[in-house]
């Protein structure tokens, strides 16, 4: 009888694991499943070349007064910097004694602008802004570094086609590649 | 180099700690200098708690339970706190030195654990916090707090180095956190990342996890997924109590020996995917300048580094004879193996005392007894880690980086201690 009753259970346990079937995958069960919208509300990373870039567009000229209004108090009327950083120029200073990062002289992806300010900017605000504006404020900070035209307007498609001055710059992790041979005396 | 005012390092120290170190400093010579011990007590209103009379504290009960339901240092410790300048261009996006010179042994008390944040520190509540795992996985999956702490836990001891620790670039720190404070260690408690990647059925194309914040930053970096599946931890706990607020509160990321960044605080998501996301934390910030305008990214380990603590910078030695020599050391790559010890400015080394235990991707302490002879000196360590690798000295790592690289800068610390036995930054 007590084996019978063991079969049986062992019966009910394998029809409910054919009935979880994704869940019997997991060896803890623990967490639920992500729907799609909710993932969608949450995934907001633009990849280098523009994945996953709203739909939505934005002017030079919306640009400077968005950023007037947001960004200018840290970065400074033109983007010379401030309490924010330096945004415009620099280039062709990388490689001197003096280097300039900015988003035209060192920032290898354009689409990377579109991502970091949605998600961070402005700083009193992060995720206030809406698609539009970000790409306008994405075009102005291009156009001043000399990336875009003054009566350009920006989308996903002509976001992702600019090719940043930096980009060939970036190069793998080559280290150890510095050397102490260890001298224990007389050195 | 002004290049950011978002920097992990700023070099000025806050008027008020030099102030309160410097003149503590200055009592103590006078007392030690003196010789005239005895003299020098009977002469200050203190002395009438010292033999041959009771304490005053051995009078009276002393404060009841209950005063403090959650203990702090004695108020004659006020002194020791984060080290955080008070020249910052804004402190939204800013960072804050562990006091190394005050502490012993290799745990960081978690009220001096050193901060860096990008847009400031959320106050989350845990059981609004979620962490959300999706992209190249079978099973897209949304976990509460609750659920995490639900897997399998593992408590590990791992230093966290900022990677800015600290530039390469004049002006110099004086004292040791202002050039190493960025760098601290604690006991983690957690799950393993692998196995929660295990549950939502992990997909052979996934070759990086991009991780983000639950901060105004929403900040977000690219993991391999060769360190996801080896040593990595979702912690939740840091020296026995959930997570500080400026810690990651609820939940962090923590891979083990990789620069402090990396290391994802309030986590709110994971995506596996096939490659990077060149995130602006991983383009235009966190990639390692070389003098040719190549630029250096996804530079993760923090390689071995040292760092004498007793006596540093700001520090005075009162009087020649017995002064231990103690520091900490550490490196990315595993295991301290041993530490040099140099008391002549480099010519002679010998190998320091390692206190126990020596364990992977945490801080080592280091010994070394010395006798001062009351004539200058200049003291420096090296640190050696089990593959063998040694800590390069300035001048070294300068040579092949330039003064631009601004991140990972691992040299070797000197510190000149003059015949009054004042000790500061040799390279400065």
């Known amino acids: 009888m007590r084996m019978r009753e063991f079969a049986v259970t062992v019966l009910a346990l394998v029809a409910l694991g054919s009935v979880t079937d994704a869940r019997a995958q997991s060896p803890y069960g623990i967490g639920r499943t992500a729907t799609a919208a909710e993932i969608a509300g949450w995934n907001i990373d633009i990849g280098r070349n523009g994945e996953n870039l709203p739909p939505g567009s934005g002017s030079v000229s919306h640009g400077r007064e968005v950023f007037d209004q947001q960004c200018a108090a840290c970065h400074g009327a033109k983007g010379e910097g401030g309490v924010g950083d330096r945004l415009v120029g620099g280039q062709g200073t990388i490689a001197t004694a003096k280097p300039v990062k900015t988003v035209g ?83 | 180099m002004a290049e950011s005012t978002d920097l992990d390092d700023d ?6 700690r030099r102030f309160l170190r410097e003149g503590g400093a200055l009592m103590g010579g006078v007392v030690l200098a003196n010789g005239l011990v005895g003299e020098a007590l009977a002469a200050t209103p203190d002395a009438g708690n010292a033999p041959p009379n009771i304490p005053e ?35 939204l996006s800013a960072s804050g030195r562990t006091p190394l010179q005050d502490l012993d042994g290799i745990i960081t008390p978690n009220g001096l654990f050193y901060e860096r944040h990008h847009g400031g520190v959320p106050t989350i509540d845990p059981d609004q916090h979620r962490l959300m795992l999706h992209g190249l996985v079978d099973r897209p999956l949304i976990f509460t707090m609750d659920d995490i702490r639900r897997f399998p836990s593992e408590s590990r001891i791992h230093f966290l180095e900022c990677s800015g620790n600290p530039v390469y670039t004049k002006p110099y720190g004086k004292t040791a956190s202002d050039l190493v404070g960025l760098l601290s ?47 990595a931890m979702l912690a939740y706990s840091q020296n026995g109590e959930r997570l ?68 540093s910078g700001g520090q005075k030695l009162g009087a020649p004879g017995f002064h231990e020599i103690t520091g900490v050391a550490w490196s990315g790559h595993g295991k301290i193996k041993r530490v040099d010890v140099s008391v002549d400015g480099g010519k002679n080394w010998q190998m320091a005392h390692l206190q126990e235990p020596v364990l992977t991707r945490a801080l080592t302490r280091f010994r070394l007894p010395w006798h001062w002879d009351g004539q200058p000196a200049v003291i420096q360590s090296r640190a050696i880690d089990e593959t063998d690798y040694v800590q390069p000295t300035f001048s070294e790592l300068l040579a092949v980086r330039g003064e631009n690289s601004f991140y990972h800068n691992n040299a070797i610390q000197p510190w000149r201690i003059d015949a009054q036995g004042q000790v500061t930054n040799a390279n400065a």
């Open chain 2, 185 to 231: 260690c604690a006991e983690w408690t957690g799950v393993s990342l692998k196995l929660v990647l295990q549950e939502a059925g992990l997909r052979p194309e996934a070759k990086w996890l991009v991780a983000e914040g639950a901060d105004a930053a929403a900040l977000t970096r690219s993991i391999p997924i060769e360190k996801c599946l080896d040593d």
């Open chain 2, 244 to 311: 500080r607020p400026q810690q990651g509160y609820p939940l962090r990321l923590l891979l083990p020996g990789f620069e402090g960044n990396m290391n994802v605080k309030w986590l709110r998501r994971l995506k596996a995917v096939a490659e990077p996301a060149y995130s602006r934390e991983e383009t235009s910030k966190y990639t390692d300048l070389m003098p040719d305008g190549t630029a250096r990214e996804f530079t993760f380990y923090m390689e071995a580094k040292s760092i004498i603590t007793r006596p």
């Open chain 1, 105 to 187: 002289s060192y920032w290898p992806y354009a689409p990377t602008l579109f991502d970091y300010i949605r998600r961070a900017m402005p700083q009193n605000a992060p995720q206030s802004l809406g698609n539009d504006d970000v790409y306008a404020v994405s075009a102005y900070i291009l156009s001043l570094n000399g990336l875009l035209a003054a009566d350009a307007t920006l989308d996903a498609g002509t976001l992702s086609a600019i090719k940043m001055p930096n980009r060939g710059m970036f190069v793998g992790d080559p280290r150890p590649d510095v050397r102490n041979p260890a001298c224990e005396s007389g050195c």
């Open chain 2, 57 to 91: 504290w051995m009078k009276t009960p002393g404060d009841p339970m209950g005063s403090q339901p959650y203990g702090t240092p004695s108020p004659f410790e006020k002194g020791v706190v984060k080290n955080i300048s008070k020249k910052l261009p804004q402190y």
């Open chain 2, 11 to 16: 070099p000025a120290v806050t008027s008020r």
